[in-house]
Structure formats: structure tokens, C-alpha cells
């Protein structure tokens, strides 16, 4: 049963710079692409990184995706946070059986 | 540009079956996997299962199996999920989420519906 597990919360200054983990439970994290959500409250999900560590268009470049083989596990990371960056983030990829896997979701408080 | 809008919200009893509508517009709506994933109060999102609006094939997650239900209309560009035997914690706000790339059946949701909050009490 694959699972990602992502940090409850995380807070940081404006300005500064986060990353979110999101960790593969079996198997490994790099045989599906790993997505991320951005959700604000109230509002569906956007997209903010596909594929690992592709930016779709109109999202800002302080936002970028990573893969760390050695831990399995992907990283989202927002430099020169802004408030308008305060927002839930979700990491998604799928497990063998082409089944979609959330991860739990990130708070990101900007303080 | 690319749009789909969901139904309206419902409020549905214990035992009953409830069925959402996600009609999409602005790209050849067969070219494109529909998934729908749901999200309880203030919980996390929930991946439910994908629909192929070309050539009708779907498949659910394990705990859906046997009271969900996905079907699509091609002449109104329009997919369904329907869900029976609801119980309180079927009370969620519901996404349906197109796939890219076209044809991909597990790729990354690039367009999201607005979300239907389906509400399950007695």
C-alpha cells in the first residue's frame, strides 16, 4: 500500500525560503511522477509542479520540485515567500496499480 | 480556455445515492481522463477514480468498489459519479479533475472543477 507522508505544518518569514517533503512509504518514489497541489482556503487545488520539477505556465519560478532518490522522496520549495504563498500544499503521484496517492497535505503559515 | 463546472450542492440521507455532474468545455473532451478525488472537513484530498470519457473504461479505488459509479455522455461533454449507500462520512466536498496529458491515464490534474459539497444527514 503505497503511501505519501508530508509534514502536518510548516511556517517561515516573508521573504525567506521553505521546503516540503513528501516521503514514498514502499517501492520507490521515482518509478511515477510526483505532483503538487497548492490549496487555499475555500478553493480547489492548483497545480503548481508536475512531473517531478516542471513549472506550469503562469506559476511564479520561486517554486520548484525535486526528487531525492536516496530518501524517496520529493521536495517542494518556495523562495522569497510571499502571504499570498500561505496556503495548503499537497503532493500526489500513483502507486503500481495506476491509482492516484495523496499525500497528506502541508500548512504553510508565512509569519 | 479549459472550464469544467460541477453541479450544484446536495444534501442527501443516510442510505441514499447521490450522483454529480462535471460538464467540461474548451478542449476535445475525449482526448482527456476525468478523475474525481474527494475532500472531507478539513481533512486531506482523497483520489476516488478515473474515468475514460473516450472509450468509457473506469476504474475506483478498493474502498469505492461496488457503490461508485462513473459514466460519461459524450454529446453534452459531460461525466457523472454516483455514489450509493451514502453514509455520514461520505460528506465531502467533490472534485472532478482533468488528467494531462491528453490520453494519459495517470498524469498530473492540470484543470480542477469548482467542487460540489455533498452533505450526508438524517
Same mark, same amino acid.
Given at each position: 500500500n503505497f503511501v505519501l507522508t508530508q509534514p502536518h505544518s510548516v511556517?517561515?518569514?516573508?521573504?525567506?525560503? /521553505?521546503?516540503?517533503?513528501c516521503t514514498g512509504s514502499s517501492g520507490?518514489? /521515482?518509478?511515477? =511522477? /510526483?505532483?503538487? =497541489?497548492?490549496?487555499?482556503?475555500?478553493g480547489a487545488p492548483t497545480m503548481v509542479i508536475y512531473e517531478d520539477d516542471r513549472r506550469p505556465s503562469g506559476v511564479p519560478d520561486r517554486f520548484s520540485g525535486s526528487i531525492d532518490r536516496s530518501s524517496n522522496s520529493a521536495s517542494l520549495t518556495i523562495s522569497g515567500l510571499k502571504t499570498e504563498?500561505?496556503?495548503d500544499y499537497f503532493c500526489q503521484s500513483y502507486n503500481s496499480g495506476n491509482e492516484g496517492v495523496f499525500g497528506g497535505g502541508t500548512k504553510l503559515t508565512v509569519l | 480556455q479549459v472550464q469544467l463546472v460541477q453541479s450544484g450542492a446536495e444534501v442527501k440521507k443516510p442510505g441514499a445515492s447521490v450522483k454529480v455532474s462535471c460538464? &467540461?468545455?474548451?478542449?476535445?473532451?475525449?482526448? %482527456? %481522463?476525468?478523475? #474525481?478525488?474527494? *475532500? &472531507?472537513?478539513? *481533512?486531506?484530498l482523497e483520489w476516488m477514480g478515473w474515468i475514460n470519457p473516450h472509450g468509457r473504461g473506469t476504474n475506483s479505488a478498493q474502498k469505492f468498489q461496488g457503490r461508485v459509479s462513473m459514466t460519461r455522455d459524450t454529446s453534452i461533454s459531460t461525466?457523472?459519479?454516483?455514489?450509493?449507500?451514502?453514509?455520514?462520512?461520505?460528506? &465531502?466536498? %467533490? %472534485?472532478? &479533475?482533468?488528467v494531462g496529458p491528453a490520453g494519459a491515464v495517470g498524469?498530473?490534474?492540470?484543470? #480542477?472543477? *469548482?467542487?460540489?459539497l455533498i452533505t450526508v444527514s438524517s
Open positions: 511556517s517561515e518569514s516573508p521573504g525567506k525560503t /521553505v521546503t516540503i517533503s520507490s518514489i /521515482v518509478n511515477n =511522477y /510526483v505532483q503538487w =497541489y497548492q490549496q487555499r482556503p475555500g504563498d500561505e496556503a | 460538464k &467540461a468545455s474548451g478542449y476535445t473532451f475525449t482526448d %482527456y %481522463y476525468i478523475h #474525481w478525488v474527494r *475532500q &472531507a472537513p478539513g *481533512q486531506g461525466v457523472f459519479l454516483e455514489l450509493s449507500r451514502l453514509t455520514s462520512d461520505d460528506t &465531502a466536498v %467533490y %472534485y472532478c &479533475a482533468r498524469g498530473f490534474f492540470d484543470n #480542477w472543477g *469548482q467542487g460540489t
